[in-house]
């Protein structure tokens, strides 16, 4: 019984955090998968070379740095040079800047994946490139895309836990104030385990029924 | 810009070698850490095909548990939470434990659409010849598989390379712990979280540019 | 006279569908045996029962005197079986040439590691098949690299090699492109000209006809009409396979 409303307790710590967890998840995912479609639109369709070798980059910066390092540098390292952001929003900017460069290789290859023939198609019937684009394209690109999306969105949900390394007050941030305070580690962790399982299992769930309706779309 | 630069110049004598010993330190680390998930992520996939079903629910299980925690959670179970059931780990040894567990379940999940891409004709044929199962998957199945997972592992390499940063949170004494502690000893955090991230991206770079090269043609 | 290879009462099932339903036929050592018959009567279960690629559900299937498949009253698994598969070279209608290995390797691996040749004699052997097959040219090269025949014949080489009592082939044909089936039955011509013995299963007629010493009409998971070759396709007795033998010649 003991044992049950320690759990309780802590779980009741934890859920104070939650509510961070989720909105830095859905806000950096959305701030993801903006920047990510536009920087796979302008390096897919886009002429400029220069610009193609710029969100290059970007990519190559985002995707072999962790991500620890680029929140420090973003919390610790802007605020020494006087451009000091709150914990919550460097945690959002960074996660999303980062996210940007993954989603964007994720819409790349969804639209690397469509058969020359939809474009053409497109163009005969008299289409502009800008409609082709943006009416036959990609609502295609972004069903090849989503099952690799929700992925991505289940990692983000995850690495939110990176974020109480900078102090933004979320599960792990509970969670880790909560053990300084107690010799309940094993199951302070456990607790949160299960909590992001929690969170992960509803999404995981929504992807499989989203892949369902709309993916798994037939070239 | 120059004062940006300036502390470089003043510091590089000190900060190198710091730094180049921290590099050795996360590459000993990740590279620990994926040999043990290579072995944990074979022996699932395989476990994954097997004719016993409580196997295969098992491996399900923990293939979706761990896709489900976060690496952090499951470092810190490791870490601070097994002592208080009585078992110690040092740092170092939690760390690799960690991302060798979290990223099994990401190899397993390589090898075994591995396993899915090769036709069952494949080992048939093996089979035809004369080859005992053993044979049929080590000289014939095997080699195939590791042929198309072999850019995806080198990408799995390199988000390892990447979250085995998170062992500094553990104390283990890598680069980004390093990082940490030089930039409160010089009070340059900026410059010193950017030499971090160069030191990072310099490891994981020629691997990412490896992964691309070996992709097959229609991955690229 | 023993026949070197005795299959009775053979039986598959699938679940609840029987797919042969008791197949019985001997064949001679040299013999030439054609099965023929429209798509999904079974040839290929029937084939693949023989080296136990797939299970049969009942029957008995001899080769040289030795149950196949069944030791001291018991199944045997896939490791027992190695040896017995040995025995049988087969060749399938996809090929199913390694991608991994050369040309050379895809023929000589199994020499080595199943037969225990030495690499230098398996590499020897190799090419010798290779050279029965018309591919030495080739014997460097990648499988991928090689046109529908080419890995056809390469297969067969394949199975050469195991110095197999029996071939089995599998509609060795019917995945290549018109103008490259006959550099493979040409092959397998000179190959019954050796005097081996083969079980084809085939949609190739003519080749039957001319090849086989005898031809089985399979339909409907049985045997339901069997002789000698030229008499079988050229005035067939059963209703069935005088239907067959009409549409397939359209
Ligand atoms: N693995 C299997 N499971 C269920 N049914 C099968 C399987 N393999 C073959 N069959 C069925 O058995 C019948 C005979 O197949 P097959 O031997 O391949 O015919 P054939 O080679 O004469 O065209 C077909 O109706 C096919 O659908
Ligand atoms: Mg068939």
């Keep these: 019984m003991t044992e049950l409303s320690t759990f309780i307790l802590i779980l009741e710590g934890l859920l104070a955090g939650a509510g961070v967890t989720v909105v830095v998840t859905l806000v950096s995912l959305l701030l993801s998968v903006s920047l990510g479609f536009v920087l796979a639109l302008v390096r897919q369709f886009g002429k400029r070379r220069a610009l193609h070798a710029l969100i290059d980059l970007y990519c190559e910066i985002m995707r072999n740095i962790p991500a620890l390092t680029h929140l420090f540098i973003l919390y610790f390292g802007l605020a020494s040079i006087g451009f000091r952001l709150s914990s919550i929003a460097a945690a959002i900017l960074g996660l999303g800047l980062i996210g940007g460069a993954v989603t964007c290789d994720l819409f790349r290859a969804g639209f690397a994946a469509l058969p020359k023939g939809q474009a053409e198609a497109a163009l005969a019937v008299g289409f502009t490139p800008f409609q082709t684009i943006l009416d036959i394209l990609t609502p295609q690109a972004m069903r090849i895309a989503l099952p690799s999306l929700g992925n991505y969105a289940v990692q983000l949900l995850k690495d939110t836990s990176i974020v109480s390394a900078i102090a933004a007050p979320e599960i792990m941030f509970y969670a880790r104030s909560m053990v300084t305070s107690s010799f309940q580690t094993t199951l302070i962790y456990t607790t949160v385990a299960l909590l992001y399982l929690a969170l992960a299992l509803p999404l995981m769930q929504a992807i499989r029924i989203l892949e369902n309706r709309y993916g798994r779309l037939k070239a | 810009m120059n004062r940006f630069i300036q502390p470089y110049v003043d510091n590089a004598g000190e900060w190198l070698p710091l730094l180049l010993e921290a590099m050795g330190k996360t590459a000993l680390l990740s590279i620990c850490a994926f040999a043990l998930s290579l072995v944990f992520g074979l022996l699932l996939a395989v476990c994954r095909n097997t004719r016993w079903r409580w196997l295969e629910r098992g491996v399900a299980l923990y293939v979706a548990t761990v896709r489900g925690v976060p690496l952090l959670a499951i470092l810190f179970l490791l870490y601070f939470g097994l002592p208080g059931a009585g078992v110690t780990f040092d740092a170092f040894t939690a760390a690799v434990l960690a991302l060798a567990l979290a990223f099994a379940a990401q190899v397993a999940e390589l090898f075994r659409a591995g396993l899915m891409a090769i036709p069952a004709g494949q080992r048939e044929a093996a089979l035809a010849v004369g080859f005992t199962p053993y044979q049929s998957f080590t000289l014939i199945v095997l080699p195939q598989v590791v042929r198309i997972s072999i850019a995806p592992l080198i990408v799995t390499f390199v988000s390892l390379l990447k979250d085995s940063s998170l062992a500094s949170l553990i104390t283990v004494d890598e680069l980004a712990l390093t990082g940490r502690a030089m930039a409160t000893e010089y009070f340059l955090p900026l410059q010193i979280y950017v030499a971090v991230g160069l030191c990072y991206f310099l490891i994981a770079w020629p691997f990412s540019l490896l992964s691309k090269r070996l992709a097959p043609p229609a991955a690229r | ?250």
């Excluded at chain 3, 023993?2 to 064949?27: A, C, H, M, Q, W």
């Excluded at chain 3, 080769?63 to 040896?83: F, H, K, T």
Aim: charged share 25%; glycine share 8%; with cysteine.
């Design chain 3, 1 to 250: 006279m023993n026949p070197l290879l005795r299959v009775t009462g053979l039986t598959k099932s699938y679940g609840p569908v029987e797919v042969l339903k008791g197949i019985d036929f001997k064949v001679a050592a040299g013999e030439k045996i054609a099965l023929i018959g429209p798509s999904g009567s079974g040839k290929s279960t029937c084939l693949r029962c023989l080296n136990f690629l797939e299970k049969p559900s009942a029957g008995e299937i001899h080769l040289d005197g030795e149950r196949i498949g069944v030791r001291l009253g018991r199944p045997m698994n896939d490791r027992q079986l190695a040896p017995q598969r040995a025995e049988m070279g087969m060749v399938f209608q996809l090929f199913n040439l390694w991608p991994h290995l050369s040309v050379t390797e895809n023929v000589a691996i199994a020499a080595r590691k199943v037969r225990g040749l030495s690499a230098r004699e398996a590499r020897e052997l190799a090419l010798d098949m290779l050279a029965k097959v018309h591919m030495t040219h080739r014997a460097a090269a990648s499988p991928q690299e090689l046109s529908g025949g080419q890995q056809q014949r390469v297969a067969i080489a394949r199975a050469l090699a195991q110095k197999p009592k029996l071939m089995l082939f599998d509609e060795p044909t019917s995945a290549l492109d018109p103008e490259l089936v006959h550099e493979v039955l040409k092959v397998m011509e000179e190959l019954a000209a050796e005097g081996r013995t083969m079980l084809i299963v085939t949609h190739e007629i003519a080749f039957a006809r001319d090849i086989a010493d005898r031809v089985l009409f399979l339909d409907g998971g049985r045997i339901v009409e069997g002789g000698p070759a030229r008499e079988l396709i050229l005035s067939p007795r059963e209703p069935r396979t005088q239907a067959f033998l009409r549409q397939i010649r359209h």
